[in-house]
C-alpha cells in the first residue's frame, strides 16, 4: 500500500500545476464514480441526483446545480440512509468521525481508506510547501476524549511522515487531548523539543497568551492550524508570540481537508483533487471572486457516506489566481466557527473545551451552549422542548469547574430553540463580557 500512497503524493505534486480544463476533466470523471455509486447503493441518493443523469446513463454537467443542497441537518436526521449498503472494490475498511457540535448538533460522520489516503496525501503536500521536515518532532493538541492523550504522558502516535519515508528520517508525533492547559502543553512541547505543534486557531492563540504570561518562549518553527479559517486577530497573536511560521488547514471532521495556505501568504489553495468545491450565493448561483458565500462541498473519494453538495456550514471568499505557479484555485478568505475566549479577573485566558461526546452523554442533552456572563460565572444553556426533561447538573458542574475553573459558578438556562447568531452562526462558547476576543 506505500506504493499506492506514494503514487498519489506524486500524483498530487503534478496535479497542482494543472491547467483549470485539466483539472475539470479529472473531477468529472472521479464525480462520475460517485454519482453512480450513490445512486446505486445509498438510498439518499436515490433519486436526489435524477436532475443530472440523462437516459442513457450518462451524467449532464450542465444541470450540476439542479441536485439538492444537502444540509448538516440530513446528517442527523438521515443518517442511516446516508450510508452505502456497498462499498466500490479498493475503497477498503470505512471509520467513524465525530464532528462536535459546531452548529448546534454533534454528528457522525462514515469514511473509507481511499479517502483517508488522499487526504493524508494532500496534507503532507502542504507541509511539503511549506518546507516541513518530516524527521523532526510534532505535537498536536486536540481530540475531545478525556480517556486517551492525557498530559503528562499524551500519547505516542507514531511518525506524522509519509507512509515511504525511509526509517531513519520519521519524525515521531505526539498528541495530547484539548483538556491539556496551556501551562501544560508548553512543558509537553519543551520536554518533546518539538519544532511543531498543530491545534485550533484559538487554542493556540489561548497558547501564545499564556507563553507571555508566563515568559516561557516555545521554539516553533512551524505552527499548524485546522478547522475553520484564522481570523487576523488570531493570526496575528500566534505569530507574534509564539515567533513561528504558520501553515493553515481547511477542514471539517464530516467533510474534508478543503483548502490548505499557501507559503506565500494568508490565501488558501483549494485541494481540487479530494473535493470539488463551490462557493455560492442567497440563490445558489456561483459567486464571483470577491464576493462573500456559501461553502459547498463534495468529497470526491468518501463513498461509504457520500456527500454531494454538502453545505459545510461556513462562509468563503474566492481569490484571484496565486502568483507561486500552483493553479489550484485561491480562497482569500475563510469565516467559520466562532469560539470565544473566556478571561478571568487574575489574567488567565482560556479557549474553553469540554469533552463533547462525553458530556453530551452524561448530562443528556445534545445541543448546549457554555457562556461567560461574568468574571467567574456561566451559564449553560441548553436546548429542550421537554418542560419535565431534568439534565444531569451535578456532572455538568463537576465538569466545567474541573476542566475550566474549580470556582466557576453555574447557571442552567433551558431553552426551545437552538441559539444563534443574527448571521445564523452557533457559538459553542460564548463570552458575553465586553470585548471577548
Ligand atoms: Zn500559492
Redesign the pocket.
Known amino acids: 500500500m506505500k506504493i499506492l500512497r506514494k503514487k498519489i503524493f506524486d500524483m498530487l505534486m503534478e496535479s497542482q500545476f494543472w491547467s483549470p480544463d485539466q483539472m475539470l476533466a479529472f473531477q468529472r470523471n472521479q464525480l462520475a464514480h460517485l454519482l453512480r455509486h450513490a445512486k446505486k447503493n445509498v438510498p439518499f441518493y436515490k433519486t436526489r441526483l435524477d436532475p443530472v443523469f440523462m437516459t442513457n446513463g450518462e451524467i449532464d454537467w450542465n444541470r450540476w446545480q439542479e441536485i439538492p443542497i444537502t444540509k448538516r441537518r440530513h446528517l442527523v436526521e438521515e443518517r442511516d440512509s446516508m450510508l452505502a449498503t456497498e462499498l466500490p472494490p479498493g475503497h477498503g475498511r470505512t471509520w467513524e468521525e465525530f464532528s462536535s457540535g459546531s452548529s448546534g448538533t454533534p454528528i457522525t460522520t462514515r469514511h473509507n481508506i481511499l479517502e483517508g489516503w488522499v487526504s493524508e496525501a494532500v496534507l503532507h503536500r502542504a507541509q511539503r510547501w511549506h518546507g516541513m521536515d518530516w524527521s523532526r518532532t510534532s505535537v498536536s493538541w486536540r481530540g475531545d476524549d478525556g480517556l486517551l492523550s492525557n498530559w503528562p504522558e499524551g500519547k505516542e502516535m507514531g511518525s506524522w511522515a509519509p507512509p515511504w519515508i525511509a526509517p531513519g528520517l520519521r519524525g515521531n508525533s505526539y498528541h495530547v487531548n484539548r483538556a491539556t492547559s496551556q501551562e501544560n502543553v508548553i512543558e509537553y512541547v519543551l520536554r518533546k523539543s518539538a519544532p511543531y505543534l498543530a491545534s485550533r486557531p484559538k487554542l493556540l492563540q489561548s497558547l501564545a497568551f499564556a507563553t507571555e504570561r508566563l515568559k516561557t518562549p516555545l521554539n516553533l518553527d512551524v505552527v499548524t492550524t485546522f478547522g475553520t479559517g484564522v481570523t487576523d486577530d488570531e493570526r496575528d497573536d500566534i505569530r507574534r508570540i509564539l515567533g513561528a511560521k504558520m501553515f493553515s488547514l481547511y477542514s471539517s471532521g464530516e467533510g474534508c481537508k478543503i483548502a490548505a495556505t ?1 507559503e ?1 501568504g494568508h490565501h488558501y ?1 483549494v485541494n481540487q483533487e479530494l473535493n470539488y468545491l463551490e462557493i455560492l450565493d442567497d440563490k445558489d448561483r456561483p459567486c464571483a471572486i470577491g464576493q462573500p458565500g456559501r461553502v459547498v462541498i463534495t468529497p470526491i473519494y468518501n463513498t461509504a457516506q457520500p456527500l454531494i453538495r454538502y453545505d459545510q456550514g461556513d462562509i468563503a471568499i474566492r481569490g484571484p489566481a ?1 502568483s ?1 505557479g ?1 493553479r489550484l484555485p485561491v480562497l482569500q478568505e475563510i469565516s467559520g466557527r466562532v469560539i470565544h475566549l473566556f478571561r478571568f479577573p487574575d489574567g488567565q485566558t482560556i479557549a474553553p473545551s469540554l469533552p463533547n461526546k462525553e458530556f453530551v452523554v452524561n448530562f443528556g442533552v445534545k445541543t448546549w451552549q457554555l457562556v461567560q456572563t461574568g468574571p467567574l460565572e456561566v451559564d449553560l444553556r441548553y436546548v429542550t422542548t421537554d418542560p419535565d426533561f431534568i439534565p444531569n447538573k451535578a456532572y455538568a458542574i463537576e465538569a466545567i469547574r474541573s476542566r475550566l475553573r474549580p470556582d466557576l459558578k453555574v447557571n442552567f438556562v433551558a431553552l426551545a430553540e437552538t441559539p444563534l447568531t443574527a448571521a445564523g452562526k452557533f457559538i459553542l462558547y460564548k463570552s458575553e463580557l465586553a470585548n471577548p476576543n
Do not use: A, G, M, S
Request: hydrophobic share 0%; proline share 0%.
Open positions: 499557501c506565500t489553495h496565486c507561486c500552483k
